[in-house]
Antibody
Framework: EVQLVESGGGLVQPGRSMKLSCAASGFTFSNYGMAWVRQAPKKGLEWVAY????????YYRDPVKGRFTISRDNAKSTLYLQMDSLRSEDTATYYC????????????WGPGTMVTVSS | DIQMTQSPPSLSASLGETVSIECRASEDIYSNLAWYQQKSGKSPQLLIY???SLQDGVPSRFSGSGSGTQYSLKISGMQPEDEGVYYCLQGSKYPYTFGAGTKLELK
């Protein structure tokens, strides 16, 4: 059974950093691209970043480019999101999600971890 | 960025009623569209991929159609467990973009 478990969220001050992790199990992690999707309180879903199966390609939405870094450790089956220079608008639940076997879309999602950026 | 315009923002349907949700892309996305259902307090669940392919385990009352810039999700016979928020997602170009969501409630 595929399992994705995010961790590392919490309260952080504006301008500070935070690193999220996503522990994966139940599938061959190193074969799949992964992504982070976030959802601000009472708002819609927003794609944040993507990393290819081998870490060779990464993509980001413009507002987080240069501040967020997506990475992975295939030996540990873990996905990361390093978030620097955090802003209040980064406050959201962050979901880890897997790229599907059959294509670009996301088929498995973790329960999410909440990040609150506030002084 | 590709903009996804989703309509309606909210919808109320009776038990057994057929409902449709639309997504319009700002440019051709070549059927690179997925539909998700999100129930309150839960993670999104994949319903449809490549515009019309039904994800394993999803009830057959859900169907997707469309091409080019226009796509739709149809629920043929509303059930109580179908309440939630529905989102479309385009995967034709980065950054991938979601529609704003449609809140579906049982009347």
């Amino acid at each position: 059974e595929v399992q994705l478990v995010e961790s590392g969220g919490g309260l952080v001050q504006p301008g500070r950093s935070m690193k999220l992790s996503c522990a994966a199990s139940g599938f061959t992690f190193s074969n799949y691209g992964m992504a982070w999707v976030r959802q601000a309180p009472k708002k819609g879903l927003e794609w944040v970043a993507y990393i290819s199966y081998d870490g060779g390609s990464t993509y980001y939405r413009d507002p987080v480019k240069g501040r967020f870094t997506i990475s992975r450790d295939n030996a540990k089956s873990t996905l990361y999101l390093q978030m620097d220079s955090l802003r209040s608008e980064d406050t959201a639940t962050y979901y880890c999600t897997t790229e599907a076997t059959r294509g670009w879309y996301f088929d498995f999602w973790g329960p999410g971890t909440m990040v609150t950026v506030s002084s | 960025d590709i903009q996804m315009t989703q309509s309606p923002p909210s919808l109320s349907a009776s038990l057994g009623e057929t409902v449709s949700i639309e997504c319009r892309a700002s440019e051709d996305i070549y059927s690179n569209l997925a539909w998700y259902q999100q129930k309150s307090g839960k993670s999104p669940q994949l319903l449809i991929y490549y515009a019309s392919s039904l994800q394993d385990g999803v009830p057959s009352r859900f169907s997707g159609s469309g091409s080019g810039t226009q796509y739709s999700l149809k629920i043929s016979g509303m059930q109580p467990e179908d309440e939630g928020v529905y989102y479309c997602l385009q995967g034709s170009k980065y950054p991938y973009t979601f529609g704003a969501g449609t809140k579906l409630e049982l009347k």
